[in-house]
């Protein structure tokens, strides 16, 4: 990951804006981290945040992300960030 990725909004990696969540690093392949947050396992987004994202409460923050996600799709990096949080 670069700063260009993070310093603009629209590539979804950071939590300073609130743009769609994508955060491919090819914006032209593969499914945006919308699309796959609304599909996985919890079991799968645990792993992916736990060994990715080095984060020891990964277990409870994918419970959060499948509950929220019963109610509305997560579509945006607000969202994202606040279950974060």
Excluded: C, H
């Amino acid at each position: 990951m670069s700063s260009p990725q993070i310093d603009d909004g629209e590539r979804g990696f950071s939590f300073r804006y609130d743009a769609p969540l994508d955060m491919r690093m090819d914006t032209t392949q593969g499914e945006t981290a919308a699309a796959w947050l609304a599909r996985a396992e919890i079991r799968d987004i645990t792993e992916v945040i736990r060994n990715y994202g080095e984060e020891r409460f990964a277990f409870q923050i994918a419970k959060k992300i499948v509950a929220a996600r019963l109610e509305q799709p997560l579509s945006q990096q607000g969202q994202f960030a606040a279950l974060v949080r």
